[in-house]
């Protein structure tokens, strides 16, 4: 048993009662909030963020169905097309949706062209943040846009060690970078991590990405061990846990234990 209160700042949920849409010719396996709640007994979860993947495109069933299952202790990061009205996002927020998701990776969202637009749109509508699922060697090519942003989070270390030294410029202009996926990252993440805290203790957050759909190599407890071992109490509690509640505001949290 992990015993120190985990806020899972990614996750997803795969529903296969809602619409999924191939995303480079995959389709991911059913994985319900029952499967989430069973996979993670060994953790002290108090809330989470789900994501939206590329598989699920801009349907919000599944997660608004998610988000009810789940409680208000979770939120959610959703993918909408550019023509999304105002009274549509006001909806979504009010039933804990805290973030836009860019897909660059994958696909199935909107197209980085407007990434500008719609994310200060719905920062200055309803105060959510943009979250970029990003290869970092790309990140040159959208900076002078990225600073233009009131808060931008970067999925899984930005996957990418060439890239890698575009990524902490952006952490100390604020942004926040999510410790997920580390199998998904060509590096060690262990030195990584410890750059992104030593420009800012607030610019790291820590989720399982589960169920770890295409990784190399899913999630595992050694994941969450590698935090434990090699920071300090304090930056643990900040990186599993703090930094993501501030980031995203759950309408409750969980009660620990």
Known sequence: MFEKPIFDAHLHIVD?????????????????VADYKSQTTEMDIIGGAVVSGSFQGFDQSYLLDALRELGPAFVGVTQIPATTTDEEIIALNDAGVRA?????????????????????????LVKW????????????????TLRKLPKVVIDHL???KAGFKYLLPLVEKGAVVKATGFSRCDFDVVP???????IHPS??????DLPSTRAPRP??????????????????NRICRDNAL??????????AG
């Open 100 to 124: 836009v998701r860019f897909n660059v990776q994958r696909g199935g969202s909107e197209s980085i062209r407007y990434l500008e637009n719609l994310a200060l749109r719905v920062y200055d």
């Open 16 to 32: 296969r009662q809602h619409p999924l849409q191939p995303s480079q010719g995959f389709l991911p396996s059913a994985y319900t």
């Open 246 to 255: 501030k980031l995203y505001k759950p309408a409750q949290t969980a009660v």
């Open 158 to 160: 930005g996957l990418s």
């Open 192 to 198: 990584a991590m410890k750059q992104i805290v030593a």
């Open 129 to 144: 943040h943009v979250e970029l699922y990003i290869d970092s060697r790309q990140l040159p090519s959208i900076s002078t």
């Open 203 to 208: 610019a790291l957050i820590f989720g399982t």
């Open 219 to 236: 999630f595992s407890m050694n994941d969450l061990q590698l935090i434990v071992k090699n920071f300090s109490s304090d930056l643990v």
